[in-house]
């Protein structure tokens, strides 16, 4: 596939160290809420509590390590952050009561979203500035492709049943990120970017960049729409067969690993990057109304509404993904790349904590009307998302406002 495979040297180590761990990753996702049930024997409320718990947690704290990364410098803070997840990952192995599996959770997802937000900066530091939307593509193609490869693993440990099976899964993801620490240590260094003075965190102040970030978490809501939204909606609301929950993940994992690379080769710069966000509004509005009809008519209707509308987000997705990461880059300040990607980031958390929420309350409790309106708001969120992008653009251009980004936490507080 040449599309997807990456061209020689640090994107192609970066590739490998994202392979590495996503195969674990993709085994751990389809085993843990089981293995946490059946074999520790956690209520289910408790494991949704303490994921919940973990991840705020996690979502705070991917600001301070990303300004960790920028400072202390994105590889090696990047490996420690790895090996950090496959220790938190190991500790899930002694898990036996709610307390152990609340710490070991806290210090997974903050691992993880420290080391995603310290491998942009690393990315950032080693892929020119046109080539990283095209990198992260590929990054996304392996990750999925990692990840479905990894959940038939995780399907294997989850036919044999045994204890012992579903610690090897444990132990596989943990030797993943072993080795993902490794292929990130091969890496050329990346220098240390100089403090700019002042205890506070940059972004934290920055107005438009907050406005991006959270116009983009709007969009994220499509994240749990295929993991929950749509398999409520179709067992509870139409007649379509419950395995069609199943090949419609196969599909839309399989699209992003052939067709991401393509889909984001287009965009170059902010106004590319816009111009492909309102794409994906209109695909998404047009993907809610698709699936809404699905409840209005026999099997082969409802069928045939859930597969077409299942492309056109598919579609709407990779657009989107496309677009933000271009954003997210080029409105980051040079040199607090780690930073603003790690506040960026908050966003997939926020939109998986509070996506089951409004996805439940908008399509089950609303039906058609809760798609219409999920429609509109995609569109709405991606046409805002122009108008901000240039009024970030202009802060760090003109330099009065640059100033207010950089000025000490008195003098901006928002």
Do not use: K
Request: with cysteine; hydrophobic share 55%.
């Amino acid at each position: 596939m040449p599309n997807v495979l990456p061209p020689r040297g640090p994107q192609r180590t970066l590739t490998a160290a994202q392979l590495a761990n996503s195969l674990g990753d993709g085994a751990y996702y389809v085993t843990s809420a089981l293995y946490f049930t059946h074999i520790v024997g956690l209520a289910p409320a408790r494991i949704g509590l303490g994921l919940t718990l973990a991840w705020a947690v996690g979502s705070v704290v991917g600001v301070p390590l990303g300004r960790v990364a920028d400072r202390r410098g994105p590889r090696g803070t990047a490996a420690l952050l790895a090996l950090a997840t496959g220790a938190a990952v190991a500790s899930f192995l002694f898990v036996r009561g709610f307390p152990a599996f609340l710490a070991a959770a806290c210090l997974y997802a903050t691992a993880q979203s420290g080391l995603a937000a310290a491998r942009q900066a690393l990315l950032a530091g080693l892929v020119p500035a046109g080539e990283r939307t095209g990198a992260l593509a590929r990054l996304q193609a392996t990750l999925n492709a990692g990840l479905a490869l990894g959940a038939g693993l995780g399907g294997a440990a989850l036919a044999v049943g045994t204890r012992e099976a579903y610690l090897g899964v444990f132990a596989v993801d943990a030797l993943g990120f072993l080795l993902c620490a490794l292929l990130l240590l091969r890496l050329p260094a990346v220098a240390p970017a100089p403090s700019a003075g002042g205890a506070g965190f940059d972004v934290l102040r920055d107005r438009p960049y907050a406005v991006v970030t959270l116009l983009n978490t709007v969009l994220l809501l499509r994240m749990p729409l295929l993991s929950l939204g749509l398999p409520l909606w179709i067992t509870e609301r139409t007649d379509a067969p419950e395995w069609l929950v199943s090949a419609l993940f196969v599909l839309n994992t399989g699209a992003v690993v052939l067709f991401q690379v393509r889909a984001a080769r287009s965009v170059t710069g902010l106004a590319t990057a816009t111009r492909a966000l309102r794409r994906s509004g209109v695909l998404a509005l047009l993907t809610c109304a698709v699936f809404a009809v699905s409840a209005a008519g026999p099997t082969w209707v409802a069928t045939t509404a859930l597969v077409g509308g299942s492309v056109l987000l598919v579609a709407a997705e990779m657009l989107q993904s496309a677009g933000s990461w271009q954003l997210g880059f080029d409105l980051a300040p040079s040199g607090r790349v780690g930073e603003y990607q790690g506040f960026f980031g908050t966003g997939v958390t926020v939109a998986r904590t509070l996506g089951p929420l409004v996805l439940t309350s908008l399509l089950i409790g609303g039906g058609v009307a809760g798609w219409l309106l999920l429609g509109g708001l995609f569109l709405a969120a991606s046409y805002a998302l122009g108008p901000a992008a240039r009024w970030a653009s202009r802060t760090r251009r003109e330099p009065s406002l640059a100033h207010a980004v950089t000025a000490s936490p008195a003098a901006a507080a928002p």
